[in-house]
Protein backbone atom coordinates (compact mmCIF):
# COMPACT_ATOMS: atom_id res chain seq x y z
CA UNK A 1 0.00 0.00 0.00
CA UNK A 2 3.18 2.69 0.63
CA UNK A 3 4.71 1.31 -2.55
CA UNK A 4 1.11 2.63 -4.19
CA UNK A 5 1.00 5.65 -2.60
CA UNK A 6 4.86 6.84 -3.43
CA UNK A 7 4.32 5.75 -7.08
CA UNK A 8 1.28 8.20 -7.18
CA UNK A 9 3.54 10.90 -5.62
CA UNK A 10 5.90 10.67 -8.47
CA UNK A 11 3.55 10.60 -10.98
CA UNK A 12 2.27 13.16 -10.27
CA UNK A 13 5.17 15.16 -9.53
CA UNK A 14 6.59 14.45 -12.87
CA UNK A 15 3.60 16.00 -14.35
CA UNK A 16 3.62 18.82 -12.87
CA UNK A 17 7.38 19.49 -13.99
CA UNK A 18 6.15 18.76 -17.56
CA UNK A 19 3.16 21.58 -17.23
CA UNK A 20 5.38 24.53 -15.75
CA UNK A 21 7.98 24.01 -18.62
CA UNK A 22 5.50 24.31 -21.42
CA UNK A 23 3.65 27.41 -19.50
CA UNK A 24 7.19 29.21 -19.36
CA UNK A 25 7.69 28.59 -23.13
CA UNK A 26 4.03 30.16 -24.18
CA UNK A 27 4.63 33.30 -21.52
CA UNK A 28 8.08 33.58 -23.40
CA UNK A 29 6.38 33.79 -26.97
CA UNK A 30 3.63 35.92 -25.04
CA UNK A 31 6.54 38.47 -24.33
CA UNK A 32 7.96 38.68 -27.75
CA UNK A 33 4.60 38.97 -29.34
CA UNK A 34 4.11 42.11 -27.02
CA UNK A 35 7.34 43.79 -27.89
CA UNK A 36 7.07 43.58 -31.12
CA UNK A 37 3.31 45.05 -31.18
CA UNK A 38 4.47 47.87 -29.37
CA UNK A 39 7.52 48.45 -31.57
CA UNK A 40 4.72 48.61 -34.52
CA UNK A 41 2.74 50.91 -32.60
CA UNK A 42 5.27 52.86 -31.64
CA UNK A 43 6.42 52.98 -35.79
CA UNK A 44 2.81 54.13 -36.66
CA UNK A 45 1.97 56.82 -33.89
CA UNK A 46 5.45 58.33 -35.26
CA UNK A 47 3.75 58.06 -38.94
CA UNK A 48 1.00 59.92 -37.79
CA UNK A 49 2.40 62.34 -36.13
CA UNK A 50 4.03 62.87 -39.38
CA UNK A 51 0.98 63.29 -41.68
CA UNK A 52 -0.52 65.58 -38.63
CA UNK A 53 2.08 68.31 -38.96
CA UNK A 54 1.99 68.02 -42.44
CA UNK A 55 -1.57 68.93 -42.17
CA UNK A 56 -1.39 71.21 -39.74
CA UNK A 57 1.21 73.24 -41.84
CA UNK A 58 -1.40 73.19 -44.49
CA UNK A 59 -4.58 73.86 -43.16
CA UNK A 60 -2.67 77.19 -41.43
CA UNK A 61 -1.74 77.66 -45.20
CA UNK A 62 -5.03 78.04 -45.97
CA UNK A 63 -6.24 79.84 -42.73
CA UNK A 64 -4.09 82.57 -44.03
CA UNK A 65 -5.71 82.64 -47.29
CA UNK A 66 -8.97 82.73 -45.97
CA UNK A 67 -8.26 85.65 -44.00
CA UNK A 68 -7.10 87.68 -46.70
CA UNK A 69 -9.42 86.92 -48.88
CA UNK A 70 -11.55 87.78 -46.08
CA UNK A 71 -10.25 91.27 -45.61
CA UNK A 72 -10.40 91.69 -48.93
CA UNK A 73 -13.97 91.48 -49.58
CA UNK A 74 -14.32 93.64 -46.58
CA UNK A 75 -12.43 96.49 -48.10
CA UNK A 76 -14.37 95.52 -51.06
CA UNK A 77 -17.68 95.88 -49.15
CA UNK A 78 -16.78 99.29 -47.99
CA UNK A 79 -16.14 100.74 -51.68
CA UNK A 80 -19.46 98.88 -52.74
CA UNK A 81 -21.38 100.65 -49.63
CA UNK A 82 -19.68 104.25 -50.52
CA UNK A 83 -20.42 103.51 -54.17
CA UNK A 84 -23.96 102.87 -53.22
CA UNK A 85 -24.31 105.62 -50.95
CA UNK A 86 -23.10 107.52 -53.49
CA UNK A 87 -25.45 106.45 -56.14
CA UNK A 88 -28.45 106.82 -54.03
CA UNK A 89 -27.97 110.34 -54.02
CA UNK A 90 -26.72 110.85 -57.48
CA UNK A 91 -30.72 108.95 -57.75
CA UNK A 92 -32.56 111.39 -55.71
CA UNK A 93 -30.72 114.73 -57.74
CA UNK A 94 -31.78 112.40 -60.49
CA UNK A 95 -35.40 111.80 -59.87
CA UNK A 96 -35.34 115.94 -58.74
CA UNK A 97 -34.40 117.02 -61.80
CA UNK A 98 -36.66 114.47 -63.65
CA UNK A 99 -39.10 115.88 -61.89
CA UNK A 100 -38.87 119.59 -61.83
CA UNK A 101 -38.43 118.97 -65.79
CA UNK A 102 -41.48 116.67 -65.83
CA UNK A 103 -44.08 119.79 -64.49
CA UNK A 104 -47.45 118.99 -66.31
CA UNK A 105 -46.39 116.08 -67.59
CA UNK A 106 -46.19 114.30 -63.75
CA UNK A 107 -50.12 114.92 -63.49
CA UNK A 108 -50.69 113.65 -67.02
CA UNK A 109 -49.35 110.74 -66.42
CA UNK A 110 -51.47 110.18 -63.26
CA UNK A 111 -54.34 111.20 -64.71
CA UNK A 112 -53.06 108.69 -67.85
CA UNK A 113 -52.61 105.77 -64.98
CA UNK A 114 -56.22 105.86 -63.56
CA UNK A 115 -58.08 106.07 -66.87
CA UNK A 116 -56.11 103.08 -67.90
CA UNK A 117 -57.04 101.06 -64.93
CA UNK A 118 -60.45 102.30 -65.07
CA UNK A 119 -61.10 101.38 -68.82
CA UNK A 120 -59.04 98.15 -67.99
CA UNK A 121 -61.94 97.34 -65.60
CA UNK A 122 -64.68 98.05 -68.11
CA UNK A 123 -62.85 96.33 -70.63
CA UNK A 124 -62.56 93.00 -68.71
CA UNK A 125 -66.50 93.08 -67.78
CA UNK A 126 -67.81 94.08 -71.29
CA UNK A 127 -69.45 91.36 -73.17
CA UNK A 128 -67.41 92.92 -76.22
CA UNK A 129 -64.64 90.91 -74.42
CA UNK A 130 -66.42 87.78 -75.45
CA UNK A 131 -66.15 88.43 -79.07
CA UNK A 132 -62.16 90.24 -78.69
CA UNK A 133 -60.46 88.47 -75.63
CA UNK A 134 -56.88 89.91 -73.86
CA UNK A 135 -58.07 93.56 -74.52
CA UNK A 136 -57.15 94.74 -71.35
CA UNK A 137 -53.13 93.35 -70.70
CA UNK A 138 -51.90 96.67 -72.60
CA UNK A 139 -54.29 98.46 -69.93
CA UNK A 140 -53.54 96.93 -67.14
CA UNK A 141 -49.59 97.08 -67.94
CA UNK A 142 -50.07 100.98 -68.65
CA UNK A 143 -51.94 101.45 -64.99
CA UNK A 144 -49.35 99.74 -62.97
CA UNK A 145 -45.91 101.29 -65.04
CA UNK A 146 -43.66 103.79 -63.42
CA UNK A 147 -42.71 105.28 -66.84
CA UNK A 148 -44.06 108.14 -68.51
CA UNK A 149 -46.48 106.02 -71.35
CA UNK A 150 -45.48 106.34 -75.05
CA UNK A 151 -47.53 108.16 -77.72
CA UNK A 152 -48.14 104.71 -79.25
CA UNK A 153 -49.32 103.47 -75.66
CA UNK A 154 -51.83 106.66 -75.40
CA UNK A 155 -53.12 105.56 -78.79
CA UNK A 156 -53.55 102.37 -77.72
CA UNK A 157 -55.47 103.59 -75.02
CA UNK A 158 -57.37 105.75 -77.15
CA UNK A 159 -58.07 103.12 -79.55
CA UNK A 160 -59.24 100.77 -76.98
CA UNK A 161 -61.75 103.62 -75.74
CA UNK A 162 -63.04 104.50 -79.02
CA UNK A 163 -63.48 100.66 -80.18
CA UNK A 164 -65.43 100.12 -77.02
CA UNK A 165 -67.88 102.87 -77.85
CA UNK A 166 -68.44 101.96 -81.22
CA UNK A 167 -69.17 98.67 -80.37
CA UNK A 168 -71.86 99.41 -77.83
CA UNK A 169 -73.74 100.65 -80.36
CA UNK A 170 -73.66 97.58 -82.81
CA UNK A 171 -75.41 94.31 -83.21
CA UNK A 172 -73.23 91.23 -83.95
CA UNK A 173 -73.07 87.70 -84.72
CA UNK A 174 -70.63 85.58 -84.11
CA UNK A 175 -69.28 82.23 -82.98
CA UNK A 176 -68.50 81.25 -79.65
CA UNK A 177 -68.32 78.79 -76.51
CA UNK A 178 -70.69 78.82 -74.71
CA UNK A 179 -71.57 76.80 -71.62
CA UNK A 180 -74.72 75.53 -70.90
CA UNK A 181 -76.59 74.83 -66.98
CA UNK A 182 -75.47 71.36 -67.11
CA UNK A 183 -71.66 72.53 -67.59
CA UNK A 184 -71.18 71.13 -70.91
CA UNK A 185 -69.47 74.10 -73.87
CA UNK A 186 -70.39 73.77 -77.27
CA UNK A 187 -69.86 76.39 -80.22
CA UNK A 188 -73.21 78.14 -80.48
CA UNK A 189 -73.81 81.48 -82.42
CA UNK A 190 -74.37 84.32 -80.37
CA UNK A 191 -76.04 87.55 -81.00
CA UNK A 192 -74.47 90.50 -78.97
CA UNK A 193 -76.60 93.45 -78.84
CA UNK A 194 -74.01 96.26 -78.05
CA UNK A 195 -72.98 95.88 -74.60
CA UNK A 196 -76.13 94.91 -73.08
CA UNK A 197 -77.23 91.47 -73.85
CA UNK A 198 -76.01 88.35 -75.73
CA UNK A 199 -78.27 85.87 -76.77
CA UNK A 200 -78.50 81.70 -78.14
CA UNK A 201 -80.58 80.10 -79.40
CA UNK A 202 -83.62 82.07 -77.38
CA UNK A 203 -81.74 81.86 -74.28
CA UNK A 204 -80.34 85.26 -72.10
CA UNK A 205 -76.57 84.63 -71.73
CA UNK A 206 -74.06 86.30 -69.07
CA UNK A 207 -70.27 87.00 -69.49
CA UNK A 208 -67.90 85.43 -66.66
CA UNK A 209 -64.98 87.56 -67.09
CA UNK A 210 -62.87 85.31 -64.83
CA UNK A 211 -63.18 82.77 -67.34
CA UNK A 212 -64.02 84.05 -70.45
CA UNK A 213 -66.76 82.47 -71.08
CA UNK A 214 -70.75 82.64 -71.68
CA UNK A 215 -72.93 80.78 -69.54
CA UNK A 216 -76.59 80.20 -69.92
CA UNK A 217 -78.44 81.81 -67.22
CA UNK A 218 -79.74 79.09 -64.90
CA UNK A 219 -83.36 81.10 -64.81
CA UNK A 220 -84.52 82.83 -67.96
CA UNK A 221 -86.84 85.62 -67.87
CA UNK A 222 -90.67 85.71 -69.06
CA UNK A 223 -91.45 83.77 -72.36
CA UNK A 224 -92.25 86.81 -73.74
CA UNK A 225 -88.41 87.98 -73.57
CA UNK A 226 -86.96 84.73 -74.70
CA UNK A 227 -89.49 85.24 -77.86
CA UNK A 228 -87.41 88.40 -78.66
CA UNK A 229 -84.55 87.25 -78.15
CA UNK A 230 -85.33 84.06 -80.11
CA UNK A 231 -87.01 86.47 -83.01
CA UNK A 232 -83.51 88.53 -82.94
CA UNK A 233 -81.63 85.09 -84.03
CA UNK A 234 -83.28 84.40 -86.59
CA UNK A 235 -83.67 88.00 -87.99
CA UNK A 236 -81.51 89.03 -90.77
CA UNK A 237 -82.49 92.38 -91.55
CA UNK A 238 -84.93 95.68 -90.64
CA UNK A 239 -85.67 96.15 -87.06
CA UNK A 240 -86.58 93.80 -84.47
CA UNK A 241 -88.31 94.27 -81.00
CA UNK A 242 -85.62 93.47 -77.96
CA UNK A 243 -85.44 93.92 -74.61
CA UNK A 244 -82.16 95.43 -72.97
CA UNK A 245 -80.44 95.67 -69.72
CA UNK A 246 -79.14 99.14 -69.48
CA UNK A 247 -77.54 98.10 -66.35
CA UNK A 248 -75.04 95.57 -68.08
CA UNK A 249 -76.20 92.13 -67.05
CA UNK A 250 -76.62 93.43 -63.21
CA UNK A 251 -80.50 93.09 -63.60
CA UNK A 252 -80.18 89.84 -65.27
CA UNK A 253 -77.39 88.36 -62.38
CA UNK A 254 -80.00 89.85 -59.71
CA UNK A 255 -82.71 87.58 -61.80
CA UNK A 256 -80.71 84.17 -61.15
CA UNK A 257 -80.19 84.85 -57.46
CA UNK A 258 -84.07 86.00 -57.10
CA UNK A 259 -86.29 82.64 -55.87
CA UNK A 260 -89.55 81.03 -57.62
CA UNK A 261 -92.63 80.75 -56.18
CA UNK A 262 -91.67 76.68 -55.34
CA UNK A 263 -88.40 78.32 -53.42
CA UNK A 264 -90.33 80.89 -51.67
CA UNK A 265 -92.85 78.74 -50.12
CA UNK A 266 -89.81 76.48 -49.21
CA UNK A 267 -88.02 79.22 -47.28
CA UNK A 268 -91.36 78.73 -44.85
CA UNK A 269 -90.48 75.46 -43.91
CA UNK A 270 -92.65 72.80 -41.65
CA UNK A 271 -94.79 75.25 -40.29
CA UNK A 272 -95.28 76.78 -44.37
CA UNK A 273 -96.07 73.75 -45.63
CA UNK A 274 -98.50 73.13 -42.64
CA UNK A 275 -100.40 75.94 -43.34
CA UNK A 276 -100.40 75.68 -46.89
CA UNK A 277 -102.32 72.05 -46.34
CA UNK A 278 -104.92 73.57 -43.88
CA UNK A 279 -105.72 76.50 -46.85
CA UNK A 280 -105.80 73.54 -48.96
CA UNK A 281 -108.30 71.45 -46.92
CA UNK A 282 -110.24 74.73 -45.93
CA UNK A 283 -110.73 75.95 -49.63
CA UNK A 284 -111.63 72.50 -50.38
CA UNK A 285 -114.22 72.23 -47.65
CA UNK A 286 -115.81 75.49 -48.79
CA UNK A 287 -115.85 74.55 -52.36
CA UNK A 288 -117.53 71.84 -51.45
CA UNK A 289 -120.59 73.13 -48.78
CA UNK A 290 -120.91 75.79 -51.90
CA UNK A 291 -121.89 72.87 -54.18
CA UNK A 292 -124.33 71.37 -51.85
CA UNK A 293 -125.69 74.44 -50.49
CA UNK A 294 -126.55 75.44 -54.31
CA UNK A 295 -127.80 71.91 -55.06
CA UNK A 296 -129.96 72.18 -51.85
CA UNK A 297 -131.10 76.10 -52.97
CA UNK A 298 -132.06 75.17 -55.97
CA UNK A 299 -134.56 71.90 -54.69
CA UNK A 300 -135.77 74.10 -52.09
CA UNK A 301 -136.79 76.59 -54.66
CA UNK A 302 -138.32 73.85 -56.81
CA UNK A 303 -140.22 72.85 -53.72
CA UNK A 304 -141.57 75.93 -52.56
CA UNK A 305 -143.26 76.01 -56.59
CA UNK A 306 -145.18 72.93 -55.88
CA UNK A 307 -145.77 72.93 -52.08
CA UNK A 308 -148.96 70.62 -52.09
CA UNK A 309 -146.10 67.79 -53.13
CA UNK A 310 -143.26 67.66 -50.58
CA UNK A 311 -140.08 65.61 -51.13
CA UNK A 312 -137.89 63.90 -48.94
CA UNK A 313 -134.64 64.62 -50.80
CA UNK A 314 -134.89 68.56 -49.61
CA UNK A 315 -134.86 70.50 -46.31
CA UNK A 316 -138.40 72.33 -47.13
CA UNK A 317 -140.26 68.98 -48.62
CA UNK A 318 -139.23 67.31 -45.29
CA UNK A 319 -140.61 70.47 -42.91
CA UNK A 320 -143.97 69.86 -44.92
CA UNK A 321 -144.34 66.23 -44.72
CA UNK A 322 -143.81 66.87 -41.02
CA UNK A 323 -146.60 68.98 -41.22
CA UNK A 324 -148.69 66.82 -43.97
CA UNK A 325 -148.35 64.13 -41.39
CA UNK A 326 -149.80 66.03 -38.46
CA UNK A 327 -152.82 67.91 -40.00
CA UNK A 328 -155.02 66.16 -37.68
CA UNK A 329 -152.88 67.09 -34.58
CA UNK A 330 -153.34 70.26 -32.24
CA UNK A 331 -152.11 73.76 -32.49
CA UNK A 332 -148.91 73.04 -30.06
CA UNK A 333 -148.68 69.52 -31.09
CA UNK A 334 -147.75 70.63 -34.81
CA UNK A 335 -146.21 73.38 -33.37
CA UNK A 336 -143.63 71.43 -31.70
CA UNK A 337 -143.31 68.84 -34.67
CA UNK A 338 -142.33 71.21 -37.12
CA UNK A 339 -140.05 72.63 -35.14
CA UNK A 340 -138.43 69.72 -34.85
CA UNK A 341 -138.01 68.69 -38.30
CA UNK A 342 -136.44 72.94 -38.50
CA UNK A 343 -133.89 71.52 -36.29
CA UNK A 344 -133.58 68.66 -37.46
CA UNK A 345 -132.69 70.35 -40.82
CA UNK A 346 -130.36 73.53 -39.45
CA UNK A 347 -127.12 71.39 -38.67
CA UNK A 348 -127.22 69.71 -42.05
CA UNK A 349 -127.48 73.29 -43.68
CA UNK A 350 -124.43 74.88 -41.45
CA UNK A 351 -122.41 71.95 -41.76
CA UNK A 352 -118.68 72.91 -41.89
CA UNK A 353 -119.38 76.70 -40.93
CA UNK A 354 -117.01 76.11 -37.54
CA UNK A 355 -114.10 74.06 -39.57
CA UNK A 356 -113.81 77.01 -42.34
CA UNK A 357 -114.46 79.69 -38.69
CA UNK A 358 -111.09 77.62 -37.16
CA UNK A 359 -108.97 76.98 -40.05
CA UNK A 360 -109.29 81.22 -40.76
CA UNK A 361 -108.24 82.04 -37.24
CA UNK A 362 -105.75 78.80 -37.05
CA UNK A 363 -104.00 80.63 -40.13
CA UNK A 364 -102.41 83.56 -39.17
CA UNK A 365 -101.81 81.85 -35.35
CA UNK A 366 -99.35 79.72 -37.90
CA UNK A 367 -97.99 82.64 -39.62
CA UNK A 368 -97.35 84.69 -36.36
CA UNK A 369 -95.92 81.03 -35.06
CA UNK A 370 -93.70 80.80 -37.62
CA UNK A 371 -92.40 84.29 -37.38
CA UNK A 372 -91.47 83.80 -34.08
CA UNK A 373 -89.50 81.10 -35.29
CA UNK A 374 -87.42 82.67 -37.75
CA UNK A 375 -86.95 85.46 -35.62
CA UNK A 376 -85.27 83.17 -33.22
CA UNK A 377 -83.28 81.47 -35.47
CA UNK A 378 -82.08 85.29 -36.64
CA UNK A 379 -81.34 85.86 -33.10
CA UNK A 380 -79.15 82.81 -32.93
CA UNK A 381 -77.30 83.57 -35.85
CA UNK A 382 -76.65 86.90 -34.79
CA UNK A 383 -74.90 85.25 -31.33
CA UNK A 384 -73.17 83.39 -33.33
CA UNK A 385 -71.42 84.90 -35.95
CA UNK A 386 -72.44 88.63 -35.50
CA UNK A 387 -73.66 91.26 -37.71
CA UNK A 388 -71.22 91.15 -40.14
CA UNK A 389 -72.65 89.13 -42.95
CA UNK A 390 -76.36 89.80 -43.55
CA UNK A 391 -76.77 86.39 -45.67
CA UNK A 392 -76.52 84.43 -42.16
CA UNK A 393 -79.60 86.25 -40.84
CA UNK A 394 -81.78 86.12 -44.36
CA UNK A 395 -82.62 82.47 -43.31
CA UNK A 396 -84.35 83.55 -40.59
CA UNK A 397 -85.94 86.60 -41.56
CA UNK A 398 -87.17 84.83 -45.24
CA UNK A 399 -88.73 82.76 -42.83
CA UNK A 400 -90.38 85.08 -40.44
CA UNK A 401 -92.00 87.15 -43.26
CA UNK A 402 -92.64 84.23 -45.80
CA UNK A 403 -95.12 82.36 -42.82
CA UNK A 404 -96.20 85.63 -42.36
CA UNK A 405 -97.55 86.10 -45.78
CA UNK A 406 -98.65 82.82 -46.20
CA UNK A 407 -100.45 83.20 -43.03
CA UNK A 408 -102.69 86.05 -44.20
CA UNK A 409 -102.98 84.37 -47.64
CA UNK A 410 -104.92 81.83 -46.18
CA UNK A 411 -106.72 83.73 -43.51
CA UNK A 412 -108.26 86.50 -45.71
CA UNK A 413 -109.72 84.21 -48.44
CA UNK A 414 -111.18 81.65 -45.79
CA UNK A 415 -112.58 84.36 -43.85
CA UNK A 416 -114.64 85.71 -46.94
CA UNK A 417 -115.26 81.91 -47.56
CA UNK A 418 -116.63 81.24 -44.45
CA UNK A 419 -118.81 84.53 -44.90
CA UNK A 420 -120.09 83.44 -48.10
CA UNK A 421 -120.89 79.67 -46.84
CA UNK A 422 -122.65 81.26 -43.61
CA UNK A 423 -125.06 83.63 -45.56
CA UNK A 424 -125.93 80.81 -47.70
CA UNK A 425 -126.75 78.14 -45.15
CA UNK A 426 -128.57 81.39 -43.46
CA UNK A 427 -131.04 81.97 -46.13
CA UNK A 428 -131.67 78.28 -46.46
CA UNK A 429 -132.66 78.15 -42.65
CA UNK A 430 -134.66 81.54 -42.92
CA UNK A 431 -136.82 79.80 -45.75
CA UNK A 432 -137.06 76.99 -43.66
CA UNK A 433 -138.38 78.92 -40.19
CA UNK A 434 -140.55 81.32 -42.46
CA UNK A 435 -142.25 78.18 -44.23
CA UNK A 436 -142.77 76.64 -41.15
CA UNK A 437 -144.18 80.05 -39.43
CA UNK A 438 -146.92 80.01 -42.29
CA UNK A 439 -147.49 76.42 -41.99
CA UNK A 440 -148.70 76.67 -38.32
CA UNK A 441 -150.37 80.11 -39.00
CA UNK A 442 -152.42 78.62 -41.53
CA UNK A 443 -152.94 75.56 -39.15
CA UNK A 444 -154.01 77.85 -36.67
CA UNK A 445 -156.70 79.97 -39.15
CA UNK A 446 -157.99 76.26 -39.87
CA UNK A 447 -158.88 75.45 -36.68
CA UNK A 448 -160.19 78.61 -35.72
CA UNK A 449 -162.41 78.44 -38.79
CA UNK A 450 -163.97 75.13 -37.65
CA UNK A 451 -164.73 76.24 -34.14
Known amino acids: MKKLSVSLILVLA ?5 TTSVQAADLDALLKQVKQAKAEEARLNRQREAEFLKDKNKQAQLLA ?7 AEKAR ?3 LKQQFDENEQKLAE ?9 GNLGELFGVVRQVAGDVAGILDASLVSSQYPGRSEKLVKMSNDKKLPSIPELEELWYEMQHEMTESGKVVRYMDSVVAVDGTESKQEVVRVGVFNSVSNGKFLRYLPETDQLIILPRQPAKRFTDMAANLQKATSGIVPMAVDPSRGSILNLLVQAPDLKERVAQGKEVGYIIIGLAAFGFLLALYRLIALGITSMKVRSQLKHADSPKKNNPLGRVLLSWHENQDADLETLERKVDEAVVKEVPKLQRGLSILKILAVIAPLLGLLGTVTGMIQTFQSITLFGTGDPKLMAGGISQALITT ?5 AAIPLTFLHAIVSARSKALVQVLEEQSAGIIARHAEKLSGRK
Do not use: I, N, P, S
Not at 14 to 18: H, T
Not at 65 to 71: E, F, G, H, N, R
Open 77 to 79: GEQ
Open 94 to 102: AEETLERRQ
Open 405 to 409: VLGLM
Open 14 to 18: ALFAA
Open 65 to 71: AAKAKLA
